[in-house]
């Protein structure tokens, strides 16, 4: 087995996620909290439920917060690094459920200047394709167009560079060295980025609660660091597994191996192959063991899938996992469900998508948030 | 003595200029080039005539664009970090030399920035007082309105961030270190600020000339390995010396020690009292040793000043530098001459810095280039 790494840059290996949390120093959603979330929320959420966001640094202090009247805000983003598949939108679908139960402000940063720095190939240009084509994808979930603001960082910094000033006189090349294993090879702008990334958990006064992937968590350890002192709360955070790759549960999907992801991008008979050829199973290796010693749910990628997004109805989950577990479900119809599910997904999120060309520009500049981020410089 | 150190924020000790331009790898500008630049500019300078400016990098590459018509444009700036003395301004007096004789568009950054960056104590909102002061000194020296633009590095930041990042991809850590001296504790907007003082050099596709105190010479070697790469000209440069503080020849003024300076705000009786309690005399101990032995004209810097830019006619000059030594002149003459000089300079400059504000935003945003470069963005 590989070694494992998480950085917000690379993932590989089998993620140890009891491990992270104490590496990272968070903590362990528990049933009080998650219960009081969704009573809060009027409403249960499976991604919760099923802890997929199974980690946080003081969210009971943002639902105090929204006890109190105080009230909070959410933050999140993406690197455009290349088209979405399903797992960069499980973020998005758990922030937007946030939103809604809340309906609290939410900014979404995307960073394209972090991505043209990763990678002396690429061109802005190229980068501001992937942003613009991402962005349609993010806008397709429905976020409130008046309580949402999408901003690229190579346009927004005309309004956030005295703030970026702040934050970067407070971060030094140790801290950053220690954090994110910088070398000295590390362009001088990869440096500068983590103070990019921290700003928008000071867009407002009140308390930001930013729902992501674990990689992340380095960037908000150092604004943990810095943050009071300049005059803001701590950002507190609500931490996401990665939706495992088809091949297996080392790592997350990749870009550069396609027949790990499925893209928000492919076709009906694409996800069909992909699934069949690719997802690893729990199955046994003929028809006849399978029947007789079952499947194991707990490597089955499939499963997993359907768990831990596309099979919302628990009923029908227990069923499914019971009926592969004693050998009575094969693996051809267990990955026939999940063709199934993810079509359906997708084709209603294409459906939104075309649909968000017409409105992306009220989270960008016209929705009333929009209108007032862009007037504000932050500092 | 004091070890020499020469850096873009500390010059301490005794500066050896041969030595400074072997180890920067500059030219020292010989006759030829001094004459070729007179008679393209169809006038002598005395900052040239008397070495002030000293070295260069391809300014015969430069007078070449020039008389090939391909033309040039000047870059020059200022790190606002408190009022501006006299030794400030000569660089400034001797770019507006060079726009006028060669009517070329010309840039001055206000590192605002870098100020901030550099100390946790100040206030972004102190250093941009600060800069506004300073940006009204420049203004007064007249500059050509429709040539000239001056900005703040966080106002302008928002046209430059695309060209920003693609500097700072092509600079590494280990090379910032190299070239600055940057340590650990150093923090990370400094780190990235070298892409930020390089991006003028950029701003047009012709070659940029860069007049300038030595000091500033790290960020220019800087600019020229990755310059080409990115699809503009290696930075050409004009460097200065520093105007020796009054105290004495180490050094230069500095505005931690308000005695080593004259600043530009400074009132005719403050001008005298400094220059006759605090300037480093050549003189002998008592009158009779004077008159027998003379002065020393090669540490007095009375005189000093004068031959590099307070008597600008050499002829006089010549005369002080023969009456001093031969004992005729006692340093109260000497240094008399200079208050003289000073005093009637800075009531110059005092006027034109009054009516500099009525003009100064043609340059910030009225003028013809101001206006074109805030509808530019640079990638």
Redesign the interface.
Known sequence: MAETKVTPWEVSGKVDYDKLTKQFGTKIINDDLRRRLARLASEQNILLERGVYFSHRDLDLILADHESKKGFFLYTGRGPSGPMHIGHLLPMVFTKWLQDRFGVNLYVQITD?EK??LN?ERE?ADVDKIANDNILDIAALGFDPNKTFIFK??QY???M??I???V???????Q??ATFG????????M??F??IEIIPTMFEKKRCLIPAAIDQDPFWRLQRDIAEGLGFHKAAQIHGKFLPPLTGAEGKMSASQPETAIYLSDDPKTVRNKIMKYAFSGGQESIELHRKLGGNINVDVSYAWLRDFFEQDPKKLKKIGQDYTSGKMLTGELKGILVDKVNSFLEQHRANREKAKEHVDSFMHGGALAQRMWKTVH?
Do not use: C, H, K, W
């Open positions: 200047d043209f720095l002396r802005l960082d190579t910094m005309r309004n560079y005295p970026a000033l702040r970067a006189r407070q971060i030094n090349l140790s950053v060295r910088f070398e000295s090879s590390t362009n001088v702008g440096a500068f983590p103070a500092n």
